[in-house]
């Protein structure tokens, strides 16, 4: 039991507080960003998290995050999905990667010597699963993982991606008494009838990933390399992949086959990606490079002699790793892509490709690399095309971890939350913890703020709205900040003739430093003049930011003297109409008066 001893108006209270009771006293604490924290990096999301001391084992909390950027109190972050999983972390996906919403989408989590992952998850990773932000469970397939080194390479279906706000869900992990709750065939939606990520998975076989389980079985000596995710097939002159017959290659309206190849040899002529052996109307059909005539070639032959192709010359080099793509549509529409690029299209000679009943595939060698390759029956999106090539590449930007998160039930958990934020802002964020011991449930709440670095344009000069600025050759000055590490542009920009115009030819400016130029055109006194920095920091996008000064009302009121010149433009103008009626005026008095003389 404490006592505390409180005097109200000269009266003596004694508060007696039960054991229970004492646990709402500093239950949360090491707030990250610590509270008031300056200079918080503003180029990614910000992890809010804190400390949660449990006051025993048989007591739980639960964590509610808000901010108020928007002027009111938001709740963010999400609930434990069931806390019998001890651990986990947040994934977050950039909107700006996203061309349109995609749904069902096959998307890459390649984690590297992860420590927490080594420490907490089960040897054989049967633990980890992933949520989506309503914590409903996500199908996901491991392509291969180590949890000795806390590599992780693993395909989660996201129900939905979003191309206007990001896309969040979770890992959990920490559960020791789970079985695996993997589902390859549930992350690879029902168009694709095929899905090879190019392992080694036993000496005869690449397992397929699909339902259809259309394995491709090794013909020849076979080598296992480093790829593009995880490991990649290597084909030399001799050996073949083969892909045995199924109802489910039967495709005849829409085809749509990619993969990652790489040629590691530049004196050989041909590299064969796709070979089909059809029993259709065609009798063969293929896709292949030709190196000494650096063409890409789509071909198919028949029985009588007929054949048909589509080349392009897109200019391949050895040794370097192609995303490519060859899609179909039973209208003669094909189309070769390179990277996410479309290269070609043909609309008349492919009009006849559907293969008919159980077509026999194979992957030939001629020094090729091959890794993740998919075939679907139906065509991809653009939107799809650029998100895979980015997933599969891990493009920078693209994925953020989160921190991780704790929730076992012992002395001190953490929890974390992330939420999007800008530069040079002050942020509010709150946390509201419920605590429930043996039924005996109380709250704690807490605020915080951080405040953000400042934007890549700051320290203006002269100050924006400011007046009294006297007109003898004005500079303008800005500070430039990147903590991007992308290369900004910029360019002073003014409207004192009426349009916006560059003042000076673009420059580009290193981090943290602070550029003026010299105005000369800013000589009206009396005046407001607009000016802008225009800038970008390496992702396309051109920025600008507007100011204004407004000039001394006269000559009197400012020491550089006749530099500049009294009033207004439009005012400047008025008194020189005025003037030249005056002297006309003047004129015409002194003509009257000579001709009265004559």
């Excluded at 079985?179 to 992350?187: D, I, L, Q, R």
């Excluded at 005869?204 to 259809?212: L, Q």
């Excluded at 011991?437 to 400042?454: A, L, P, R, V």
Aim: charged share 15%; glycine share 8%; hydrophobic share 35%.
């Amino acid at each position: 039991m404490r006592k505390t001893t409180v005097f109200v108006f000269g009266l003596l209270f004694v508060i007696v507080f039960s054991s229970t009771a004492s646990a709402i006293i500093d239950y949360v604490d090491s707030p990250t960003p610590s509270d008031t924290e300056t200079g918080i990096s503003y180029a990614d999301n910000v992890s809010t998290c804190v400390d949660i001391t449990v006051p025993g084992q048989s007591c739980t909390a639960d964590m509610y995050f808000y901010e108020n950027s928007s002027g009111s109190w938001v709740e963010y972050g999400q609930s434990w999905y069931d806390r019998d999983w001890n651990y986990r972390k947040s994934f977050t996906i950039n909107h700006t990667f996203v061309d349109g919403s995609l749904s069902g989408f096959p998307f890459l989590v390649d984690l590297v010597e992860d420590s927490d992952l080594v420490t907490y998850a089960q040897a054989d990773f049967d633990d980890v699963v992933f949520v989506d932000s309503d914590n409903n469970l996500l199908p996901f397939e491991f392509d291969c993982f180590n949890a000795s080194t806390g590599n992780l390479t693993a395909w989660v279906n996201i129900s939905s991606v979003s191309g206007s706000v990001d896309t969040v869900f979770y890992m959990y992990y920490g559960n020791p008494s789970v079985s695996s709750m993997a589902n390859p065939a549930g992350t690879w939606d029902s168009n694709f009838v095929g899905v090879w990520h190019m392992n080694k998975d036993n000496a005869t076989h690449t397992w397929d990933s699909t339902s259809n389980d259309n394995d491709g079985e090794f013909v020849g000596t076979v080598t296992e390399t480093s790829g593009v995710v995880g490991n990649s097939l290597y084909l030399s002159d001799i050996p073949e992949i083969h892909i045995p017959n199924d109802a489910s290659l039967e495709i005849t309206d829409e085809i749509f086959m990619e993969g990652f190849l790489t040629h590691r040899k530049d004196t050989e002529s041909f590299s064969y990606f796709w070979d089909i052996q059809n029993n259709g109307p065609l009798s063969g059909w293929y896709c292949f490079y030709r190196w000494d005539s650096n063409f890409l070639q789509a071909s198919y032959y028949n029985d009588s002699g007929d054949n048909g192709y589509m080349r392009d010359y897109p200019g391949l080099t050895v040794n370097h790793t192609y995303y490519t793509i060859f899609d179909w549509k039973a209208d003669g529409y094909t189309h070769f892509y390179l990277d996410g690029v479309v290269t070609d299209n043909e609309s008349s000679d492919f009009s006849t490709i559907g293969w008919g009943a159980h077509p026999d595939f194979k992957l030939r060698g001629n020094y090729v690399d091959y890794d993740e390759l998919r075939m679907s029956k139906t065509i991809r999106s653009s939107a799809w095309v650029n998100l895979t090539f980015d997933t599969c590449n891990q493009t920078t930007g693209l994925l953020t971890t989160g921190k991780q998160e704790i929730d076992d039930g012992t002395v001190t958990d953490t929890y974390c939350a992330d939420f999007s934020v800008n530069c040079g802002t002050t942020y509010y964020w709150s946390v509201n913890t419920i605590f429930n011991c043996s039924g005996s449930i109380w709250w704690e709440n807490h605020t915080y703020s951080f405040t953000t670095s400042d934007c890549p344009v700051s320290h203006i000069n002269p100050v924006n709205n400011s007046c009294c600025n006297c007109p003898c050759c004005i500079s303008i000055c800005a500070k430039m900040s990147n903590l991007t590490s992308d290369t900004i542009k910029f360019a002073f920009q003014s409207n004192y003739t009426g349009i916006w115009s560059s003042l000076e030819d673009e420059r580009i400016a290193p981090a943290n430093a602070t550029y003026c130029l010299c105005v000369p055109e800013f000589v009206w006194y009396n005046y407001t003049y607009y000016w802008r920095v225009v800038y970008n920091v390496g992702d396309g996008a051109e920025y600008s930011d507007i100011y204004s000064f407004t000039t001394e009302e006269s000559i009197d009121d400012c020491p550089c003297g006749e530099t500049g010149n009294t009033g207004s433009m439009v005012e400047y103008f008025d008194y020189g109409i005025l003037g030249l009626i005056g002297i006309l005026g003047l004129l015409s008095v002194l003509f009257i008066v000579d001709k009265r003389r004559k």
